[in-house]
């Protein structure tokens, strides 16, 4: 990769970077899913589809943004299925503060009985 080409990228990021925040003026946070699929054993090798299903948590790792994740259920298969709060630059309080009321409605995540 070039000089121009590299500070092109930049260029873009920052760009990305301002879109979400302007979106972000009307409201304090987000809350999506952190993978369009059930997390899949740790034993699996990523897969393309994989890759792309985890673009959710890919778009706020690039903005830099305070992220928090509960367990918003479980799958048939017994796979944790997520769920994300993103906050403003600086509000981690705002992240940690929703994360916990979705816990608390959500009844946190218990152990499967054995």
């Not at 070039?2 to 302007?22: C, I």
């Not at 369009?36 to 706020?60: D, I």
């Not at 048939?76 to 981690?92: D, N, S, T």
């Amino acid at each position: 990769m070039t000089t121009a080409e590299f500070s092109s990228l930049l260029v873009r990021w920052d760009l990305f970077r301002s879109t979400l925040l302007s979106f972000l003026e009307s409201y304090d946070g987000i809350i999506c899913p952190v993978c369009a699929t059930p997390a899949w054993p740790h034993s699996s090798t990523l897969t393309e589809e994989q890759f792309f299903a985890g673009s959710y948590a890919m778009t706020y790792n690039l903005t830099g943004w305070p992220a928090v994740v509960v367990r918003g259920g479980t799958s048939p298969e017994g796979m944790p299925i997520g769920v994300q709060v993103v906050a403003r630059p600086w509000r981690e309080d705002v992240a940690l503060a929703v994360a916990h009321q979705l816990e608390t409605v959500l009844g946190g995540w218990q152990p499967p009985k054995l």
